[in-house]
């Protein structure tokens, strides 16, 4: 305790000092961002009196050099725009990104595939690879915070972008990527998602054992490596606050879907020491190989859990309830489905005894939730805290209104295509409410980037316009 005292003091001369001389010069980074413990800062400004959610975004003020395409990329900075950044992506001139003409629903109109990836960004259009659009693209990296790109291996080298080219003309520029693969064998391979699901570990830890690996709906390794790329900027901005420089970050998708698929990492290091008795193939008697099997619909944690049929299963897809049989609740499960005895009966009442039986004890369940709906399951299920969930289908997400008023489904106008829908922010902060806005037509916001962002005035606009810059190169006329 004695020890504290003059480390306090001197702390508490530091803050005050810093209170009363604004700095003139910058603080040095060091003890600019000395923590006292308490999570105080001591260059951080006094808590704001404004109401939650009336105090700006979490990232106003932070922009972002968007060089991204079809999904990993725009992922990270739909997100990123979300939470306040001026996301400002960069197309090719009469092109854009593919996505805008992919799967598309509305004549000549962006598609969804874009439009619910590029929400609340601006666009700009820029050829890369024509000197008058390296001179604008010059001026945006001086005045961007991140560059985040998801090109194959070596194209943003190739248009002259390396990171000593960044690095030199902005010394605190991150510059984030989306690879396929980390460096190894496999390092200048182009990647899409299921590629990087197969090769993460999830294909063949997903599916039934009797079946070939299979893909998951969910984006892991787009959506999923776009969501670890931003953390990576947050974490390299943060330290960024302390060395004033910038750094590469790189998310791999193979990693990142490794990163989600974790557990049966874990399950690989179990199953060289005995039978992962979980898994419903203990059961059932079959012999484990030397890896993780495909395990059905078993419950991903150490409560077994089955998709059960509900009523209407023969003409709905999604008549189904996933069911746990969480140990906790075993009694409650057992006078709820109508088998009282399995309370006390030797061979059903530990988790143990139970390992064995679970087909059977899962079929037993699903005669009963055969006898109501989905939802009257999940109701009844949940009054005695019995954890389960219904299959919902796009279509009752699309239509719930719960995700509608929390924001995480939200419709928005679109110029060309009207109404749709798209997801809004997973993430929700009690001071930052999210941006959702509709995506931006191709090359919406270049002239106002050009002049209101990057201080070009009008003749050398005009001059930007002629050189072909910007535009789409005219398509040769037919000979004759
Ligand atoms: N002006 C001029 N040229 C531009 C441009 C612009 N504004 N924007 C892009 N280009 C060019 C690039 O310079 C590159 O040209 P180059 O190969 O001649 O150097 C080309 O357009 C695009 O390159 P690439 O990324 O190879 O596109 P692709 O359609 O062939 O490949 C992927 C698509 C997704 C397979 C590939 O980008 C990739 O593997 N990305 C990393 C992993 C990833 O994110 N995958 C998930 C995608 S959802």
Not at 74 to 82: E, R
Not at 106 to 113: E, G
Not at 243 to 248: E, I, L, S, Y
Not at 309 to 319: L, T
Request: with cysteine; hydrophobic share 35%.
């Amino acid at each position: 305790m004695a020890k504290k005292k003059p480390k306090q003091a001197k702390a508490k001369a530091a803050a005050k000092k810093a209170t009363k001389k604004p700095a003139r010069k910058a603080a040095k980074p060091a003890a600019a961002k000395k923590t006292n413990g308490n999570g105080k800062s001591s260059n951080l400004p006094k808590p704001s009196s404004k109401p939650y959610g009336q105090a700006g975004r979490a990232l106003d003020g932070l922009r972002i050099l968007d060089f991204t395409h079809v999904q990993s990329g725009p992922t990270c900075t739909q997100l990123l725009a979300y939470m306040g950044a001026d996301v400002i992506k960069v197309e090719r001139p009469g092109a854009g990104d593919i996505t805008r003409g992919q799967l598309r629903d509305v004549p000549n109109a962006d598609s969804l595939y874009f439009t619910m990836l590029n929400g609340s960004k601006r666009s700009i259009t820029i050829d890369s690879k024509h000197p008058k659009g390296m001179d604008i693209l010059n001026r945006l990296i001086k005045t961007c915070d991140v560059l985040v790109e998801n090109f194959a291996p070596g194209a943003l080298d190739r248009m002259g972008l390396t990171w000593d080219y960044v690095h030199k003309h902005n010394p605190r520029m991150i510059v984030a990527s989306v690879k396929g693969f980390g460096p190894g064998p496999y390092e200048d391979c182009k990647v899409y998602e299921n590629v990087a699901q197969c090769a993460g570990g999830s294909a063949s830890t997903t599916g039934f054992r009797e079946g070939p690996p299979l893909v998951t709906g969910s984006q892991i390794g787009d959506s999923g490596t776009g969501l670890h790329l931003a953390l990576g900027i947050m974490a390299a901005l943060y330290q960024r606050n302390r060395t004033g420089r910038g750094q590469k970050v790189l998310c791999a998708m193979q990693d990142g879907v490794l990163n989600l698929a974790r557990v049966k990492l874990r399950d690989q290091q179990r199953i060289e020491k005995g039978p992962l008795t979980e898994y419903s193939q203990y059961g059932e008697g079959v012999p484990f190989g030397k890896a993780v099997p495909r395990a059905g619909n078993d419950s991903g944690g150490g409560q077994p859990g089955w998709i059960v049929k509900c009523k209407g299963w023969e003409n709905d897809p999604d008549a189904y309830l996933y069911f746990i049989t969480q140990a906790p609740v075993w009694n409650e499960i057992c006078d709820v489905i109508g088998e009282p005895t399995w309370k006390t009966d030797p061979g059903y009442a530990t988790p143990k005894a139970r390992l064995p039986k679970l087909k059977a004890i899962f079929a037993r369940i699903e005669q009963f939730t055969m006898t109501m709906t989905k939802f009257e399951a999940m109701d009844l299920f949940n009054k005695h805290d019995i954890p389960c969930g219904p299959i919902l289908s796009m279509k009752e997400i699309a239509e719930e209104q719960s995700l509608r008023a929390t924001g995480t489904v939200v419709e928005v106008d679109h110029p060309t295509r009207g109404k749709y829908l798209t997801v809004g922010n997973p993430i929700k902060l009690s001071d930052s409410p999210a941006d959702v806005r509709r995506s931006p037509l191709l090359g919406e916001h270049t002239e106002e980037i050009l002049t209101k962002v990057l201080g070009y005035n009008a003749s050398q606009l005009n001059e930007i316009k002629a050189s072909g810059a910007i535009t789409a190169p005219k398509k040769e006329e037919k000979a004759a």
